[in-house]
């Protein structure tokens, strides 16, 4: 049986608060939208449905990940069928409808709902309702409501794809969710247990509910990475992927690239995974004047298939000359691209060691890095 996902990401959030729409903004170092991509598996198709002037900030949050990209709607239930609709070409045989602004939601939860789609053509996730409940009007309570029977909603819920396509397409649309639009076509809907972390980012206060329970049991490494080269006759330098103007150039093995190095090493150290050295033996002829990005994207790489997430890096250069600050920008994007990261993940700076030292003799440049990465 396959499996898609549809993330409703097309909403403006306006009662969170902050400059940009909820799903965009940050949690734990990472936009609460990745959060919530990551926690469903990599062999769902995922389609992630968002307002058309959030493009760019959607691609962001991608980055690395196998997700399509649709437009939505001017309602919900619109964009949830734009979702569904995209999903035409290569139909699923099951489809769970998720809201972006739930990162928290427990793997149990979504397996739930999709154990009960074998019986039945419609589930969902619901916490019964345990608080007394009020009517109120003009600031008092105007009498009470029997709880019996009540459920709070949360998502995902999950449906088999050719039912609730032909759901949506029937509905006149302003449904609250999927459940409603379910049932509207006469679908049954079992209700399957719901989790209190499966919180939906609302208001301000939110985020703080969220980053909490999304740092409980993460395993955040550090790691850091310093390597020299020293210089040699040439016209220029590789630093960073950048190939910088110079009347030196830097010795080494490969293309001697010592900011790359001490990132990759870096990234390498968070892992307990020595350096590049094991990796790529400077011993091995085939790594004669390789390019470092070699050794950068197979970390990367490690990192990822061992189920971290590249937090950010920083990668200071130590040298005289040349200057780096004319550089820094083209470095950070270049760095950006090989790692797969956002550029602003990516921190490349320089400083001099006041003409002491061999740094300070122009005999060569040294660099320090650290890396930080995250698994939930």
């Known amino acids: 049986m396959t499996t898609a996902v549809i993330f409703v990401a097309a909403g403006r959030g306006s009662r969170a608060g902050g ?7 940050t949690i734990a170092g990472r936009p609460v939208a990745r959060w919530t991509l990551e926690a469903f598996a990599d062999d769902m198709t995922k389609v992630m449905v968002i307002h058309p002037d959030d493009r760019h900030l959607a691609e962001a949050a991608c980055t690395g990940l196998d997700v399509a990209l649709v437009d939505g709607a001017d309602s919900r239930a619109g964009s949830v069928l734009n979702g569904l609709m995209a999903l035409q070409t290569a139909a699923p045989d099951h489809v769970l409808i998720h809201d972006i602004a739930r990162p928290c939601i427990p793997g149990h939860v979504i397996d739930a709902v999709l154990n009960a789609l074998s019986d039945t053509p419609g589930a969902a996730p619901a916490l019964a309702v ?23 909603a949360q998502t995902p819920q999950g449906f088999r794809y050719a039912d609730i396509l032909a759901a949506h397409r029937a509905h006149p649309g ?5 459940v409603e639009v379910a049932r509207a076509a006469g679908l049954d809907v079992s209700i399957v247990p719901g989790d209190e972390r499966n919180l939906k980012i609302t208001g301000p206060q939110d985020f703080a509910r969220a980053a909490r329970l999304l740092e409980t049991d993460m395993d955040i490494r550090l790691g850091n990475g310093f390597d020299v080269h020293a210089f040699e006759d040439g016209d220029h330098v590789i630093l960073c992927g950048v190939r910088v103007p110079h009347n030196r150039k830097l010795k080494g093995h490969s ?4 900011g790359m190095h001490a990132v990759t090493d870096a990234l390498y150290g968070a892992l307990a995974e020595g350096d590049i050295g094991r990796h790529f033996p400077p011993s091995d002829p085939q ?5 470092s990005d070699i050794f950068l994207r197979h970390a990367c790489d490690l990192a990822r298939s061992k189920g971290y ?43 001099t060691s006041e003409r002491l030292g061999f740094t300070g003799r122009e005999e060569g440049i040294a660099a320090i890095a650290t890396a930080t990465l995250v698994k939930p």
Do not use: Y
Not at 138 to 148: A, C, F, I, L, P
């Open 19 to 25: 400059p940009l729409p909820k799903q965009w903004q």
């Open 130 to 152: 345990t608080d007394a409940l009020w009517t109120g009007a003009e600031g008092r309570v105007s009498g009470t409501q029997d709880r019996t029977g009540l459920f709070r």
């Open 174 to 178: 302003n449904a609250t969710d999927d």
């Open 255 to 258: 293309d001697a690239d010592v």
């Open 287 to 291: 790594w004669k004047g390789a390019a």
């Open 309 to 351: 997430t590249i937090s950010n890096v920083d990668c200071t250069l130590i040298c005289e000359r040349p200057k780096i600050g004319p550089h820094a920008a083209d470095m950070m994007a270049k760095m950006a691209e090989i790692m797969e990261l956002r550029s602003d993940q990516v921190s490349i700076k320089a400083t």
